[in-house]
């Protein structure tokens, strides 16, 4: 790997060996780096119940801050590591405004939504979009910001995923025939 001449900090990206995320990004903090982790809350179905788990947003990466007078060397070997991720020759860099990005997107996936959490068979109405005033029944979550819906579309029940930013909770009329 090319030597780093500018005296200017950079947040980096590092590849991580497979399910070993949190083992590198634990093993780089002892070490006194400075590593950014970016998670989700999730909700997940574990041994037959819901639970919120937090995911990692990029599995496989990491992001660490280092100036050009930092030592690169003990992160090659650090456990869990596997590379700098390389662009051009080189570390790729990533935007501190990028890095500020995902922390906000993951703080604000850590604040639990306005009211009890979706349930299967809640009522939804599709607030924006092509079919938005359409009503559908939550079928279950497909990441922190998707779900499955049935809609009654085109005289037949449909299932769609689409943003939940999308739908909000709705009274309805609406029984399809799951």
């Known amino acids: 790997m090319p030597?780093?001449?500018s005296e200017r900090s950079n947040w980096?990206?590092?590849q991580c060996k497979p399910h070993q995320d949190e083992r590198a990004h634990l093993n780089l903090l002892q070490q006194h780096y400075a590593v950014f982790h970016?998670?989700?809350l999730s909700e997940r179905v574990i041994r037959g119940k819901r639970q919120q788990v937090r995911e990692s947003l990029f599995p496989g990466y990491l992001f660490i801050h280092l100036g050009g007078n930092d030592n690169w060397a003990p992160i090659r070997s650090t456990r869990g590591v596997s590379r700098f991720v390389e662009f051009n020759h080189g570390p790729a860099t990533v935007p501190e405004n990028v890095i500020e990005h995902l922390r906000a997107r993951c703080?604000?996936?850590?604040i639990s939504r306005d009211g009890p959490p979706l349930t299967p068979?809640?009522?939804?109405?599709?607030?924006r979009?092509?079919?938005s005033s359409l009503e559908g029944v939550f079928i279950t979550s497909q990441g922190p910001?998707?779900?499955?819906?049935l809609l009654q579309f085109l005289n037949r029940n449909q299932t769609i995923c689409m943003p939940l930013r999308d739908l909000e909770r709705q009274l309805s009329s609406f029984h399809p025939n799951i």
């Open 145 to 149: 910001e998707r779900v499955m819906i």
């Open 12 to 14: 980096y990206l590092l």
């Open 107 to 110: 703080f604000e996936s850590s």
């Open 129 to 131: 979009g092509p079919l």
């Open 3 to 5: 030597a780093i001449s």
């Open 121 to 127: 068979g809640d009522h939804l109405q599709i607030i």
């Open 38 to 40: 970016p998670q989700v």
